[in-house]
């Protein structure tokens, strides 16, 4: 390829990774000690080029989707292969789909319980408003605290 075609050599600081990826310095550090990364180095600093850009945007990603990092790693490492990236993507496929099987399952498994607990809850107000009712409004605050728990930090008042 001529060189004209190639991206430029750019260099980036652990600083401008950080902000970029919304991470910590420590984060990159851990990834580099695992092997995954590998900076080069100017005096004590770490020098980040665009394939380690790229390289962590993978992990990331990978790590959202909740990946191990030896699947990241297994992933990574067929980007040497030299085929275009067929061989990184027909894993990462892989590996995706597997994800997607236990993301759904999880899901099931979560909507089995809110069903659960919400049949609970349902019983047991009701026997609350048959046998004591006064204790009903206090369950309902609880439930209030709670919401706002799960909901983020929204406006809560005391009545």
């Known amino acids: 390829m001529p060189s004209e075609l ?33 900076p080069a180095r100017q005096g004590l600093n770490r020098v980040y080029s665009y394939k380690d850009r790229a390289r962590l945007q993978l992990i990331l990603r990978g790590k959202r989707v909740g990946l191990s990092l030896s699947e990241i790693r297994e992933i990574l490492e067929l980007y040497a292969k030299g085929d275009g990236g067929a061989a990184q993507n027909a894993k990462a496929l892989r590996k995706f789909r597997e994800r997607i099987v236990v993301f759904e399952q999880k899901r099931e498994d979560i909507d089995l319980a809110l069903e659960e607990l919400r049949t609970a809850c349902a019983r047991m107000e009701q026997m609350l408003a048959d046998s004591r009712p006064d204790l009903l409004p206090s369950a309902e605050e609880y439930d209030k605290i709670v919401r706002a728990r799960v909901d983020g930090p929204h406006e809560v008042r005391a009545h």
Do not use: H, N, W
Not at 12 to 36: M, N, S
């Open 6 to 38: 190639r991206r430029p050599e750019r260099a980036f600081t652990i600083r401008q990774l950080c902000v970029e990826f919304k991470c910590t310095p420590r984060a990159l550090r851990f990834y580099e000690d695992k092997g995954l990364l590998s």
